[in-house]
């Protein structure tokens, strides 16, 4: 079974930068399709950003396009997503999912998920 746990989520002013890192639990991690999921109040839970095993594909949701970065390192069997340039909207919890290929936008798609950690962006 894996395991997510998601950590780096905090308070940040707009413009500023924050760093989210998914520790898996999971010896076959190199194995899995990652992504980035995130709910804020009051609203549906939407696709962030995904990656395929290798690290070699990589998938965003408009709204994030070209602020955010989503990578991996299997040796250490974590997914990072970086976020700069960080507006009042992208506050909500992000949550960490795992599944495998292939890649998919859509929440139901995965198998795996982590406990979410909150990120907060003041105008």
């Known amino acids: 079974q894996v395991q997510l746990v998601e950590s780096g989520g905090g308070l940040v002013q707009a413009g500023g930068s924050l760093r989210l890192s998914c520790a898996a639990s999971?010896?076959?991690?190199?194995?899995?399709?990652m992504g980035w999921f995130r709910q804020a109040p009051g609203k549906e839970r939407e696709f962030v950003a995904g990656i395929n095993w290798s690290g070699s594909m990589r998938d965003y949701a408009d709204s994030v396009k070209g602020r955010f970065t989503i990578s991996r390192d299997n040796a250490k069997n974590t997914v990072y997503l970086q976020m700069n340039t960080l507006k009042p909207e992208d506050t909500a919890v992000y949550y960490c999912a795992s599944r495998r290929a292939p890649m998919s936008r859509l929440g139901g798609g995965y198998d795996h998920w982590g406990q979410g950690t909150q990120v907060s962006v003041s105008s």
């Open positions: 999971e010896r076959t991690f190199s194995t899995y399709i």
